[in-house]
């Protein structure tokens, strides 16, 4: 589907970008129709920013679409795209031990937090065999692939649709490198509102105070990757139930990403 036609879905959908203002009201959410929306978009090759609880997401479903996005973001060959999905195929494509398994449902779960899961993962899995390999090796890192997981009921309708057509979907936050969490669709740069084929705008997003997007620890060496949204309550509910303690928060303002590589870094420019 050529680039035109893309957009002619999107603006036939819900309106461009869906939920905004018409006249002096806001249309109310319609979940399944605004995913259906979405994800028709992304499923022909376009790109779509939409709502999750831990900010705005910019998501393609194709190569094309995801290198439109990274060269929008500005984003270094080092970084990673984030697989969007659920528990369901958290547990089909990630390979985990039975502890980290229950770790992450009684985040999840138990205690409904969103977290960003990093894990082995299972390359004949067909969402991940669907993906070109050039989109594979900018979407995973040795053998581990990142998963968005519980990340509110957008992303779970979103989730719900990629799983039953099998159609994978990746990508990272909407905002340019380096310039921080978005959680309303006026703060996303123009850069990237311009290349987005559809836009999803359900206002102020639930975990803004976090002022970061999701937490993300690597399963397979219990490393955090990066403090996010909810890290107080997910480093309690580690120790609490599994004895597992988690480093301590650096501070949003000497590392506002809270990738706590960059604390290292810093620790050696301070040397």
């Known amino acids: 589907m ?50 999750v609880d831990v900010g705005y997401t910019f998501v393609g479903g194709s190569q094309e679409a995801l290198l439109r996005i990274f060269h929008a973001k500005g984003r270094g060959t080092h970084k990673r795209n984030a697989m969007v999905g659920d528990l369901a195929i958290h547990d089909e494509v990630h390979m985990m031990d039975a ?62 649709l990629s799983r039953n057509e099998t159609h994978p979907l990746f990508g990272s936050s909407a905002n340019l490198t380096g310039s921080g969490t978005k959680f309303r669709v006026q703060d996303i740069q123009k850069e990237l509102t311009a290349i987005a084929d559809h ?35 997910i480093q309690d509910v580690l120790l609490r139930h599994y004895g597992v303690e988690l480093p301590p928060d650096p501070g949003l303002e000497r590392v506002p990403s809270g990738h706590l590589r960059e604390t290292q870094r810093h620790k050696t420019d301070d040397a």
């Not at 002619?8 to 006249?23: D, F, I, M, T």
């Not at 992450?104 to 390359?123: C, E, H, K, M, Q």
């Open 99 to 160: 502890r980290s398994r229950e770790m992450v449902r009684t985040i999840t779960v138990g205690y409904d937090l969103p977290l960003g899961v990093i894990a082995p993962f299972r390359p004949e899995h067909p969402l991940i065999r669907a993906l070109h390999p050039d989109s594979l090796s900018g979407s995973t890192e040795g053998d581990t692939l990142a998963m968005l997981v519980n990340a509110g009921p957008f992303h779970a309708e979103m989730c719900r």
């Open 199 to 233: 836009i999803v705008d359900y206002g102020l997003r639930k975990y803004h105070l976090y002022r970061r997007s999701a937490t993300l620890i690597d399963f397979s060496s219990m490393e955090v990757v990066r403090v996010g949204a909810c890290y107080e309550l």
């Open 2 to 51: 050529v680039m035109t036609e893309i957009r002619q879905l999107s603006s036939e959908c819900v309106g461009e970008p869906a939920n905004r203002s018409r006249g002096k009201r806001l249309m109310k959410p319609d979940i399944t129709a605004d995913a259906r929306c979405a994800f028709d978009v992304i499923k022909t090759g376009g790109s779509c920013i939409f709502p």
